[in-house]
């Protein structure tokens, strides 16, 4: 079966820490931009983060920039996220997914190019 596979979620204070995982199962994803993306209750699917195939390149959502960094390890077959200096309205759940249109970042994360999403994993940042 083809997917993602998030972990690395939990509880946290706010101004902490937290580094997400994303392993890819039943595909190779050194193709494929990949994307970071959370949704809350109610709410539209975001993309916060993308990081290019080729050259490695990034984009942020501006609710993340400066704060987050998306990384990958082709050969570990996995992307990560680590996320600092959270807030209290980073608590959602965070996906993940490969760009089935283009293997380089655009100047946005158009959220039906991507594909093979996982389950997510939850995020909580409360005192």
């Known amino acids: 079966q083809v997917q993602f596979v998030e972990s690395g979620g939990g509880l946290v204070q706010p101004g902490g820490s937290l580094r997400l995982s994303c392993a890819a199962s039943g595909f190779t994803l050194d193709s494929y931009a990949i994307g970071w993306f959370r949704q809350a209750p109610g709410k539209e699917r975001e993309g916060v983060a993308c990081i290019s195939s080729s050259d490695g390149s990034t984009y942020y959502a501006d609710s993340v920039k400066g704060r987050f960094t998306i990384t990958r390890d082709n050969a570990k077959n996995t992307v990560y996220l680590q996320m600092n200096s959270l807030k209290p309205e980073d608590t959602v759940i965070y996906y993940c997914?490969?760009?089935?249109?283009?293997?380089?970042?655009?100047?946005?994360?158009?959220?039906?190019?991507?594909?093979?999403w996982g389950q997510g994993t939850r995020v909580t940042v409360s005192s």
């Open positions: 997914a490969a760009n089935l249109m283009r293997s380089r970042c655009g100047p946005q994360i158009i959220t039906h190019e991507y594909a093979y």
